[in-house]
């Protein structure tokens, strides 16, 4: 697939700000035909461009989820085998790698403190984790995220 040209991009944006936004109505926006509206969203889906569809939940609905940032340092030799335990843990939401001090920048989230504090005990037996730090978040200031 080519680059996504403007009008790609205005369309993204617009299903970044609601994913459930009708292709008429996309088209209008975009100042398209609903056809043509349909056509670029089939081909950014076929190219892999859009990869799904979500639901972004307002801070109200989220008040009660823990959320925090593990930050993981390991054995240089033992990333495999840490990530492939870390994805058995339902309360990792995404893995970074990164560099700095750190290897490893983990996204979490509970449903209780008692749930994060399980969590965390679970990474830091991980074979292979020598060093972590977790930072609970405590309230979003900027979400530029989907």
Do not use: W
């Not at 008429?24 to 035909?33: C, E, Q, S």
């Not at 925090?68 to 843990?89: C, D, F, S, Y």
């Not at 403190?113 to 900027?142: F, K, N």
């Amino acid at each position: 697939m080519t680059e996504p040209d403007e009008i790609d991009r205005q369309l993204l944006a617009l299903l970044g700000a609601n994913a459930r936004l009708p292709v008429a109505k996309i088209a209008t926006k975009l100042g398209i035909a609903r056809t043509t509206a349909q056509a670029r969203l089939d081909r950014l889906e076929r190219a892999g461009v859009i990869a799904g569809y979500t639901v972004k939940l307002t801070e109200a609905a989220e008040r009660n989820m823990i959320r925090a940032t593990v930050l993981i340092h390991m054995r240089p030799t033992a990333q495999a085998a840490v990530l492939r335990e870390l994805g058995r843990l339902a309360a990792v939401e995404r893995v970074h790698t990164t560099s700095g001090r750190f290897d490893l920048a983990c996204q979490l989230r509970t449903e209780s403190t008692m749930a994060l504090d399980e969590a965390l005990d679970r990474i830091g037996a991980i074979d292979g984790v020598e060093v972590m730090e977790s930072l609970i978040h405590l309230s979003t200031r900027i979400d530029r995220t989907v």
